[in-house]
């Protein structure tokens, strides 16, 4: 019987295989990896399994496999989907060691280079601007030496291991994206960190990503913890920081990266390159 992990695996290299693009594309990997012939025939379901389940936490368990109770956190390489191991909010990206005193302004791994920069708005667009190391604050510059020494290799790994080698960003995938642009801003609203990417107007394949920490949440990080908690617990933990919508292990900062590593636009192309998406992540998962 296929696990979950096999189910999503096939979806994800289905949109990486199409031709389609939009609904279509998405309509296509339904039917790749399922018995269900649209996106649309999934969320009917879904719907339905809602409004029949006495509760949510028996929704999560009966049709996801989440189990809230134990210490996994429903990843898909976890033992709620059928893993050895349970992956824990501590161990779901690992550490260690000690964190490494890079005061680089870039630096690459699994053949992805992150860039420091500044994100600014001008003419209703978006641009990321080089930022230097120096300019950071101190809990900057831990988020970004842990970055460095754990979380981004660490989290692109578990795409990988999660999604397949091909969905990875190493040299055997067929990754488009080799950038990613990291940087910091502080605002009084409910939102941890955003990311967005870039895609290129000939070819509708993304080709940077960016990554945008909110260090309202974040001031008061616990330099000490490798996982990037925060003193009180404010935020959680830094390393696997949930997405509003969901509640599995695999909700974090890094593995919305996987959706984009070959992304192609369902709409019409502008003429120049552009920002086209930005999501949100907050509270709640």
Not at 131 to 136: D, G, K, P, V
Not at 151 to 164: R, V
């Amino acid at each position: 019987m296929s696990t979950q992990k096999d189910i999503i695996q096939s979806f994800m290299k289905s949109l990486d295989d199409t031709s389609e693009r939009g609904t279509a594309a998405i309509d296509e990997a339904v039917r790749a990896c399922s018995n269900f012939s649209s996106a649309q025939d999934v969320v009917d379901q879904m719907v339905q399994d809602c409004r029949n389940a006495k509760s949510a936490t028996e929704f999560l368990e009966e049709k996801c496999g989440i189990i809230l109770e134990n210490a996994d956190t429903g990843a898909l390489t976890g033992s709620d989907m059928g893993g050895s191991v349970a992956k824990t909010a501590e161990s779901i990206v690992p550490e260690s060691g000690s964190i490494k005193k890079f005061s680089g302004n870039s630096f690459t791994t699994n053949d992805v280079t992150f860039k420091l920069g500044t994100l600014t708005t001008y003419n209703k667009k978006s641009h990321y601007t080089a930022t230097s190391f120096s300019s950071l604050s101190d809990k900057q510059k831990f988020m970004w030496r842990g970055l460095y020494t754990w979380w981004a290799s660490g989290s692109l790994d578990l795409i990988e291991s999660s999604y397949g080698s091909n969905y990875g960003f190493g040299s055997n995938s067929e990754s488009t994206v080799k950038t990613i642009h990291t940087g910091f801003v502080n605002e009084s609203n409910s939102v941890l960190a955003t990311t967005g990417y870039w895609y290129n107007a000939e070819t509708g394949l993304s080709d940077d990503l960016d990554l945008t920490i909110n260090m309202y949440y974040y001031n008061n990080v616990n330099t000490s913890d490798p996982n990037g908690s925060t003193i009180g617990m404010v935020a959680g933990y830094l390393d696997r920081t949930h997405d509003s919508r969901g509640y599995g292990g695999e909700c974090r900062l890094f593995q919305l990266f996987a959706a984009f590593h070959k992304r192609r636009n369902g709409g019409t192309y502008s003429r120049h390159r552009r920002r086209k998406k930005r999501r949100y992540y907050n509270f709640g998962g």
